[in-house]
């Protein structure tokens, strides 16, 4: 198997074997992530940033200087030569000069794919549009798989705005891959897309309709996502789902105790802050686990680990 | 004595023995700061700026690159995840899995402590609030040792603006515990806050209310500090001490000839350019001692310096 | 030939034998890019830039990283000190404590002279109001002679805007260094300035007044510049302008075969996506080439070559 010189920019482009090989590769990486490396030394990556993402870019620039390599790139579109006009693919041409992988946020769906067309470097999809974002999705498999000791056989609820939040399609498209229940669990005007919901129920058993308390006591992961207002075209709808699918230490009482809580961050109120020191508060883990699954990627992409 | 995984929030924290040693620690760094070292190579240095302040941040990052090590970070809070309502404890918490350390300048005062307490890793206070700043005032101390031999029994007058200024505070606080004999010039409506004069009075000579030409002919050291228009309430009244306790070739003909001005920068007039080439002006070196003293701070509290 | 501690500010300080040495150094840093060196480990690069320009900001990075450097700086001029009034010496002399090299872009015309006279170390012009671009003009030197073998003896047409756009100066005066015949190409609104012909006229052959597809059968380099609308005092003027000059496949017709088209980049419509595909196109390459370039300038003037 060979991951170098690959783009990643769909997770149903990826394999249950590489995705597998990824997750693996990611154990590898713990360690010298605590103590850096020269394993990407002279390599740059780029991150291009045409939305604003401070923890995706800053999780992304931490795994590159963890494998030995430098960052350039930028985070205010505004600044960048977009404002004077240039299209993306020559932005795309040129930036590709300055580096060995280039990592793409744009608030266009299809941008990545778009620009991997153009690259002749590997380009990472850290979102476009509300589409996927790939690496959030393994990511959030290797926090299960680690945390729970392994991905088949579990009960997994997706909890939230599962309509416009990126991360919840790519992590649905990832989890079909493996044998798991998985609960939908959102406002119905939050639901997830009905095309995605097609494509996964032929392979597992998906569940939609219940409340959270109904699906609490049965799921081994919950998954929790910010409703985010950016996304709604009209405040108003935001006001009234807002507050609601609030996981706190009473929705909890009915959970098994060995059950997970994950979220994507950053959180506003969907998760009580009141529940971050119990055993089943996972997210703040979950950023560490990013850091070693982006050098994964990294490692596996630019050809330093085969 | 050790430093390792110690918080600098504030300078009060600090004992002498502890300050002395951070400055002797400095001089170690110059040699290193001119050729660079790998003393804290895999390591990396997080810069959250939630209010601008690029030569605190360039100093910071030049530190950490002198000794090898890397930089994440953000200068434009608007950028970050802050938007979307994350807390600064949510924020801390993801930060600290992508760094060894964090520097951290806030708006609002407590910040840095309150930060220090989610987090697991070393913070250090680049400024929180009109509160302390303690960096600078450990620079300000090295300048001083470095500059005059020494800090005992020298005559030092903090001129300009010692109410809303955030190094007057914390360098008044350090100088108090030497034996020095210290000036307060300033308007009576930038004096500085009773509760600092209170506290330092206890420990040394504290002479408040003179004239700066009154100070000046006894002073070795004359600190200046900008009067910053952002920290006034009224414009108006920013504009009536605008200019006043400025320093002029004419301000200073009653000096000692070896009398140094420092001042933390940026300034706008308050000393005018014709001072600049002066034997008296030692406001650039500070920058240079700046670098030096943070490669001790990171160095010893990172554990690369024992 | 030491080119160690010297200023970049304009072409015109360079003598053809610098220039020529420079590309020369540049032949040598290709396989470096490739691989990354430890050249300039330990060295810090400032990129000062109070006017945006990702595109140079990123290769100056990139040739500073490739060689082992790091690098500081601010691309958002209202996050710097300047916003508290600090004079450009100030800043110059405060951020020369950080680092070995300074980039500077800055909008105002002799900015960066103003600055080397302050500075203690190298600085790099890295465009200054209307005026000279000098490493551009290095970097179209080297891509004309890389891709014609040469420079002596070719004709070279500059098109577009001739008057606001800042490469074509420092380019015309590089080029009147060789032996080429140079046509000036532009609506009359744009011509060069009176004072820049008159001082290459000279010693190089220079045609005005002739339409693109006059000259287009006899030059072996067509040099494109952006019309850029910024530049223009007046909307209704640029509107007028906009899309004349314009190259595609159909004025290309006459071209000889081995001509080859430059573009200091971004492009907005002046060269149509369908030229791309032509072996004309040399403009991306040309972003390469400044890559190497940079390293030539960073590794000279650091003395990392002799």
């Given amino acids: ?24 590769t990611a154990d590898s990486m713990e360690p010298i992530a605590k103590k850096g490396s020269d394993m990407l030394k002279g ?22 200087l963890k494998l030995g390599g430098e960052t350039i790139g930028f985070a205010e579109p505004e600044a960048a030569s977009i404002k004077k006009g240039e299209s993306l693919a020559d932005t795309i041409r040129v930036i590709q ?14 941008a990545a794919r778009f620009a991997a067309e153009y690259a002749e470097i590997p380009i990472i999809n ?23 000791g392994g991905i088949d056989g579990l009960n997994i609820a997706l909890v939230g705005d599962l309509r416009y939040g990126r991360t919840v399609h790519s992590l ?3 989890l079909s891959l493996y044998n798991v229940k998985l609960y939908l669990v959102s406002p119905s005007l939050l639901r997830m897309r ?54 706190n230490l009473d929705v909890l009482k009915g959970a098994k105790d060995d059950m997970i809580i994950l979220h994507p961050l950053p959180r506003v109120d969907e998760v009580a802050v009141e529940v971050d020191s119990t055993p089943y508060a996972k997210y703040f883990k979950q950023v560490w686990y990013g ?3 982006r050098m994964a990627i990294l490692a596996l992409i630019l050809g330093a680990v085969k």
């Fill in 172 to 174: 649905a498209y990832a």
């Fill in 194 to 247: 009905r095309e995605v919901i097609e494509d996964i129920k032929g392979k597992i058993e998906v569940i939609e309709g219940l409340g959270l308390e109904e699906v609490i006591p049965d799921v081994d992961v919950l998954y929790v996502t910010r409703i985010q207002k950016e996304r709604f075209p009209d405040l108003s709808e935001y006001a009234k789902v807002k507050g609601s699918y609030m996981i």
């Fill in 97 to 110: 000069n300055y580096s060995d992988v280039i990592v793409l946020r744009h608030p266009l769906e299809g």
């Fill in 43 to 64: 390599k740059i990556l780029a991150t291009l940033f045409f939305e604003p993402s401070t923890r995706t870019k800053l999780s992304f620039e931490t795994a590159m």
């Fill in 1 to 24: 198997m060979d991951l170098e010189g690959r783009d990643i920019i769909s997770i149903r482009e990826l394999t249950r074997e590489e995705i597998d090989w990824i997750l693996k």
């Fill in 126 to 148: 850290a979102g476009s549009g509300s589409e996927e974002h790939p690496t959030q999705a393994l990511l959030d498999l290797y926090t299960i798989r680690r945390e729970k």
């Fill in 291 to 293: 850091v070693i699954v």
